[in-house]
């Protein structure tokens, strides 16, 4: 049974906290958090993501960024990655960890999440929207 799911981006200020928000809410009985791979500690959410977020309900005002590291992985049941290449990384380094590492769109389509930082407000919008979607997908999977 998965009581613990862990969501990972590149710096644990856009992708992986909306995510994280998500995911909570869908699950409200599972512990939920999030990190980065390159993730600065105690960093503030994106500007971007925070207004984003806001549209729908959800805070990320408190969000502070932390880094992914082995030791953190072995504590969840689930870890859920933006991108193919992150979950690489993840198996190849820490191979104790690779059977619990999985595409956040594992149930709609595998494909990347772009990450949004420092770009257009409409691939912000497109990432937004993506992170929902896959969101839902793992709750429509029901699978916890």
């Known amino acids: 049974m998965i009581a613990s799911i862990l969501v990972i981006c590149t710096g644990n200020i856009c992708r992986s906290p909306v ?4 995911l909570a809410q869908l699950f409200p009985r599972i512990t939920v958090h999030s990190a980065g791979l390159n993730a600065c500690e105690e ?19 408190d969000h502070r960024s ?14 859920l990655v933006m991108e193919a290449k992150q979950a690489e990384v ?13 595409l ?12 949004p930082y420092r770009k257009s407000k409409e691939l ?4 937004f929207h993506r992170l929902m979607d896959a969101t839902k997908a793992w709750k429509k999977a029901s699978l916890f």
Not at 66 to 79: Q, S, V
């Open 19 to 22: 995510a994280e928000r998500l």
């Open 43 to 61: 960093m503030a959410a994106d500007h971007e993501m925070i207004i984003l977020a806001e549209e729908k309900g959800i805070v990320l005002t």
């Open 66 to 79: 932390k880094k992914f590291t082995p030791a953190t992985g072995l504590e969840y049941d689930l870890i």
């Open 90 to 102: 993840i198996n190849d380094q820490y191979p104790q960890l690779s059977g619990k590492c999985h």
């Open 104 to 115: 956040l769109t594992h149930w709609n389509g595998r494909a990347d999440i772009p990450d």
């Open 124 to 127: 912000y919008r497109i990432t």
